[in-house]
C-alpha cells in the first residue's frame, strides 16, 4: 500500500540553526500538509500545499517556517532559525483530494538544544 | 475559536474489553476523521466518516453531525488497540482540528 515517507526520523540541532525536514507523499495525492505534536500534546495543523501554493497556513506557521515542493515528489519544510520551542513531532501528511482521507508519514523527531 | 473535545482522556481495559470513545466538537463539520496513535508515535487512519456509520472489523464509527458528535466503538480489546485516539475535524477547508486524544491502555 502506498505511504508517505519522511526524512529524517531523528534530527537534533542547535538553536538557531536552519532545518529541513523532507517529505514524499502518496504519488497519486493532491493536497500536501504539515503537522506538528509537541510531546504528550495533541496534534496541531501548520500549513496546506495545493497546486505548487500554500492554500492555508496557521498562527504557529511564521516567517521562520515555509515548505517548497522542489520537484515531483518531494516537499520540505524549513525552520530558518529553531527555536527550543520548534522541538517537536512533525508529521507530514496527504490526501488525494479536498476533505477525503488524510495518510500521515511516521514523523520527524526534532530536537532543538 | 473551533473545539474538538475528547473523552475519556483515559481509558484502562481489561483484553476482551469493549469500549467507546467520544468526540465532541462546536462546529459544523463535512470531515470528520479517527485516527490511532501507536506507541511508536505513528498516526494510522482508522475512518473517514463526516457522517453514518462504518465498520472495519473490530472497530466500528458514527458521526451524528447534526449533533455535534461522532463515536469510536473498539470490540474485543487487544493490547496492540493500546495508543492514543485522535479525532479529526474539518469544514470547508483543508485542515484538521485535533481534538486532546483519548489515551486506552489494554491489560493483558
Known sequence: EPEVTQTPSHQVTQMGQEVILRCVPI???????????????????LVSF?????SEKSEIFDDQFSVERPDGSNFT???????????????????????SPLHFGNGTRLTVT | GIQVEQSPPDLILQ????????CNFSDSVNNLQWFHQNPWGQLI?????????KQNGRLSATTVATERYSL??????????????F???GFGNEKLTFGTGTRLTIIP
Open chain 1, 27 to 45: 504519488s497519486n495525492h493532491l493536497y500536501f500538509y504539515w503537522y506538528r505534536q509537541i510531546l504528550g500534546q495533541k496534534v496541531e495543523f
Open chain 1, 50 to 54: 495545493y497546486n505548487n501554493e500554500i
Open chain 1, 77 to 99: 519544510l524549513k525552520i530558518r532559525s529553531t527555536k527550543l520551542e520548534d522541538s517537536a513531532m512533525y508529521f507530514c501528511a496527504s490526501s488525494r483530494d479536498l476533505g
Open chain 2, 15 to 22: 483484553e476482551g474489553a469493549n469500549s467507546t470513545l467520544r
Open chain 2, 45 to 53: 487512519n482508522l475512518f473517514y466518516i463526516p457522517s453514518g456509520t
Open chain 2, 72 to 85: 469510536l466503538y473498539i470490540s474485543s480489546s487487544q493490547t496492540t488497540d493500546s495508543g492514543v485516539y
Open chain 2, 87 to 89: 479525532c479529526g475535524r
